[in-house]
C-alpha cells in the first residue's frame, strides 16, 4: 500500500446494532475498491476483518479490526468496530480516534437499542457520520415509515441523500439526489440512468430540503439561496461538508452490503465530505515532566506524538500495537517515549495491516493509523512521542465491570498459566478486571456482561490453550457484635518446665471503626509489654468469626485488668488469654453477619423506570433518587451484593437490552434476621 500524505487521509468507524451488517459492509468497501478479488460471509467465516476463531465461531465481531481503502487517491481507515455495548473498550478506544462514522441500520429491523446507544456516543463526541440503511433487500421494508423512526429517534438532522429504487428482492438501486441521477445494479456493476417522471417530485422534494440546509451553513449561502439563485456545485459542496463537520447535518444512504448497492457512492461521500485530520482542531496532552498544557497540531511539521488504540496478543509475533499518529510522522528505527511507563523503546517493523493481513510501511504521516511488533513496553491506552518534546494524552475512560466468575483451571497443572494468560489478555483489553479473593480462595474475573467474560474466556483456550470451569462468586459477608459485653480469658499451662500463663478481662462494644483497641490497666495487674500481644491475639481471632468464619468488624475492645505470672506469662499466652476472652464474649455479645452493600447508577429510558424501580425493592435494594440525562433516567439506588451478581442480565431482560449500570462497594449492613441461618449453613463449611 502506497504512502499517503495527511489530506488524503479519512478516519472511519463502522458502528451498528449486532447483526446490522458492518462486517459484510468492510467486506462490499475492501472488494468495491479492488482491495480483494472476491467478497468473503459471515456464514462462510472468510471475512477479512471476522477473523479470530471467536468470530467465526459466534459469527460476529468481538475485536475491533482495521481495514485501509483506498479510493480516488484518498485511504479511509476504516475500524470495523464490535456491536455489543459490552465491549465497550473496544468501542470507547475506536472511537477516541476517528473523526468519521457510518452508523449502519438493518432496514429489516430498524433502529435499534445498540444504534441509539452508538449514536448518542457520537454526538457527545461531536463525531461526524454518515448513515447507512443496509439490507435493503430485505422482505417487508417499508422505507417511508423507516426514515420516520430514524429522524424520530435520531434526529430531524438525518436527511436522505439517496431514494431507494424497488422494493424488497427486487430493490436494485437509488435515485443520487445530489447529482440528481438514478443508479440502477445490475447483479454485476452499477449505471446512471434518468429519474423516473413519477419520482421527480420526491426527489426535487428532497433536494430543496438539503439545499436549505446547506444555506443555513453560512449566511451569504442563506441570501443567495433565498434569493431564488442557484447555488454552485463548489458551494454545495462546502456547504455539505461545514454541515457534516458540525452535525448539522447527517447525510442517509440506502444499499445492501450483499449485492454491493451503495457502497461505491458511500466511499466517495466518505472521501468527499468527512474532514482530514490536518482540517481538525488541534489535541490538548500535557508535558509529562512539567505538567504543562501542551498543543499539538496534525501536521508533519510538529513533534512526533501518538496514541496506542489497540493492542492484539498473537501467540507468534507478540504484542501487535495499532497507533494513532496525532502529530509529527513515525518511521522505523525511530526513538520514541511511552510516558507511561518512562521508558524508550526504537520502532522497528511497522505495518498496516488488513484484518490481520500484515503490509509493510515505512513512514506514516500525521493522522494515519499504523501498526508496530515486538514493543512489549506499550499497550491499549498509552502515549508515545519524540523524546525531545514529551507529551501525555488522558486515557480514553471505558465502564468497569458489572459482573463476576470465579474461574479455575479444569487441569490443576494450568494454575500458573491462568495468571499469566490473564495478565496478557488484559493487556489487549484493560476493561476486565482480575481479582484474587483471599478469603474466599477465587480467581475473579470481571466483565461488562457474559459475552465479554466469554470472549476472554474464549481467547484463553484459542491464544493460550487454558481451559477453566465457572462458577458463581462468593459473597464475602463480615461478622459483627451488637451489644456491649465482659468476659474474661484465662490461659494457664504447666507442664514440668517453664509453664504458660495469661489473664486478662476485656470489654467488647459495638464501633463505627474497624477495629479499635485500648487498655484502662491500673497497677500494672497486665505489664504494658503484654499489650501489643493482647492487641494482635484479637486481631488474629477476628480474622475467622463465630458464626460462619468471616471477619469481624466494627468491633472496640478495651483491656481494663487481668494478672500475669512473673516466670510463666509470656506473649503467647496473653494472645491466647485474648482470644479466650473474645470466644467468651460472643456467647452474650448479640454476635451477627454483615453483607456487602453497593451503590447502583441504573441508566434506563423513561418507559422503564417503574420495572427497574419495582425490581429494585424485590432485591432489598433502595432507590436513593433519580435524574434526568440524555439517554433517559439515572436511577441511584443500594443494595445488597447477594441479591445483584447477575443483575446485567436481569437489567438487559427487563429494558429489552437498552439498560445499562455501574457499580462501588459503599459499606456493609446487617443481614435480616431470617437470612442468617441460611448463610452460616452455606459457608461455614468453607471457613
Known sequence: MKVYETNQIRNIAILGHLGSGKTSIAEALLFSSNAIPSRGSIEGKNTVSD?????????????????????????????DVPGTEELDNEIKQSLSVVKGAVLVIDASKGVEVGTERLWNEIRKMHIPAVIFVNKMDKENVKFEELLEEIREKLGKKAVPFCWPIGKNENFEGFVNVIEMKARIYNGV?????????EKKPKIEQLR?????????????????????????????????????????????????????????????????YLPQPDSLRALEGT???????????????EPFSGYVFKTTIDPFVGAINMIKVNSGTLKTGQEITIHDTGKSEKIGAM?????????PVDIAHAGDMVCVSKLENIHTGYTISDPKAPIYYPRTETLKPTIYVAITPKNKQDEDKISNALQRLNIEDPSFEIVRNKETSQQLLGGLGMTHINFILDRMKTVFKVEVSVEEPKVVYRETIKKKVEAEGKHKKQSGGAGQFGHVWIRFQPSDQLFEFTEEVFGGAVPKNYFPAVEKGLI????????????????????????????????ISFKLAASLAFKEAVKNAGPTILEPILKMYITVKDQYVGDVMGDMNKRRGRVLGMSQTEGGQIIEAEAPESEVQKYIIDLKAMTQGSGIFQREFVRYEEVPAHLIDGIIQKYKTDH
Do not use: C
Request: proline share 4%; net charge negative; charged share 25%.
Open 208 to 272: 430543496e430540503m438539503i439545499m436549505e440546509s446547506v444555506a443555513e451553513t453560512s449566511e451569504d449561502l442563506l441570501e443567495k439561496f433565498f434569493g431564488g439563485e442557484e447555488l454552485t456545485e463548489e458551494e454545495i459542496n462546502n456547504g455539505l461538508r461545514n454541515g457534516i463537520y458540525h452535525g448539522e447535518l447527517t447525510p442517509l444512504i440506502v444499499g445492501s452490503a450483499t449485492k454491493n448497492i451503495g457502497i461505491r457512492t458511500m466511499l466517495s461521500m466518505l472521501s468527499q
Open 51 to 79: 477473523f479470530m476463531d471467536e468470530e467465526k465461531a459466534k459469527q460476529g465481531s468481538l475485536s475491533t479490526s482495521l481495514i485501509p481503502v483506498e479510493w480516488n487517491g484518498i485511504k479511509l481507515n476504516f475500524l
Open 287 to 301: 508535558n509529562p515532566k512539567t505538567n504543562e498544557v501542551v498543543i499539538r497540531h496534525t501536521k508533519d511539521s
Open 189 to 197: 456493476d452499477s449505471y446512471d440512468a434518468p429519474i423516473w417522471e
Open 351 to 359: 505495518f498496516t495491516m488488513m484484518g490481520k493481513t500484515q503490509m
Open 540 to 571: 488474629d481471632t477476628f480474622e475467622h468469626g463465630p458464626l460462619a468464619g468471616f471477619p469481624v468488624i466494627f468491633v472496640k475492645a478495651t483491656l481494663y485488668d487481668g494478672s500475669y505470672h512473673p516466670v510463666d506469662s509470656n506473649e
